[in-house]
């Protein structure tokens, strides 16, 4: 057996606890950053989103505490009349609008409807200027739109299937809800492959196709015209919105009492046309406040 110098080995034993713990150091590092950046995790702090919805819990405490849970048929008899209301404005079929809305609320008792009177778990997008609810969904923390009431909240169920994906739907029957059904998980509104089912089997269950209505052919092209428009609207709206998002800020001017787009033009060294096309618009209306891109 080799006799080993005491000091050599106490020199050694203190070499070797720096390497191990440095490395233990590192590994933690780099483990906080692995979290921070995992897939999966939102921006805000868990404590950012849990005083906001104390927040909001403390706004409505009152309507909270008188919350009488609903039956799946005392939640039709509720919502029976915006779902019909939305139907003749835009064309969803009332019995989907319904069926949704009992799917994704739980029959209006989970905590998105009654705290937040989200009946269709809408999450937070870059057009949304509202309140928000944080609840982990797809991700930590998930942002969910928070509203006043919750006929609010069927109608921007209608407005946020405004948009490109789901405008082939709107040229179906608005008593088609089969149709809806199956081109709702096609355009990729549900994420589960048995999504169509689900709703249809809860349309049959309680007959909600009763609150269907059928329109005239004419009456189907005007209705078609009115919201294939509004969705043109939206598709450019969000076009204009994101080339601003993208646009450094040294590259945009907002528009001020007095402003044209002539003057503008001659300002940046462009041409009328020039102007409209950095910023994809059809005539020369503008107003006090709007952003537009100046420089390529």
């Known amino acids: 057996m080799i006799n080993a110098n005491p000091r050599a080995i106490a020199l050694w034993q203190i070499i070797s606890c720096f390497f191990v713990t440095v490395l233990l150091l590192s590994s933690c590092s780099a483990h906080r950053r692995a979290i921070s950046k995992a897939p999966g995790v939102n921006l805000i702090s868990n404590t950012e989103a849990s005083r906001n919805n104390d927040a909001i819990k403390k706004e409505r405490k009152d309507i909270i505490a008188a919350y009488v849970p609903y039956t799946a048929s005392s939640y039709i008899d509720r919502f029976k009349t915006i779902a019909i209301q939305e139907m003749n404005l835009n064309g969803i079929p009332a019995s989907i609008t319904l069926a949704q809305g009992l799917f994704e609320s739980g029959n209006g008792n989970g905590d998105l409807a009654k705290i937040a009177n989200n009946h269709f778990g809408i999450k937070c997008t870059s057009d949304w200027h509202g309140r928000s609810y944080y609840k982990d969904d797809d991700l930590v923390n998930d942002c969910f739109r928070v509203y006043d009431n919750p006929e609010d909240s069927y109608r921007d169920h209608s407005n946020f299937l405004k948009r490109k994906r789901y405008a082939a739907l709107f040229e179906l029957d608005k008593n088609d809800y089969k149709g809806w059904a199956y081109g709702l998980k096609q355009a990729g509104y549900a994420t589960n492959p ?15 196709d009763q609150y269907d209505r059928p329109e005239s052919e004419t009456q189907k092209i005007k209705r078609e015209d009115r919201v294939l428009a509004q969705i043109n609207q939206n598709i450019g709206k969000a076009v204009k919105d994101s080339l601003i998002q993208n646009t450094p800020p040294a590259k945009l001017y907002t528009i001020k009492t007095g402003d044209t787009l002539y003057n503008i033009s001659r300002r940046f060294g462009l041409t009328v046309d020039e102007l409209k096309a950095l910023n994809n618009m059809a005539d020369n209306t503008i107003k006090i406040g709007q952003t537009l891109v100046i420089a390529k």
């Open 194 to 208: 048995k999504y169509p089912d689900l709703i249809i089997g809860i349309i049959e269950k309680y007959h909600l």
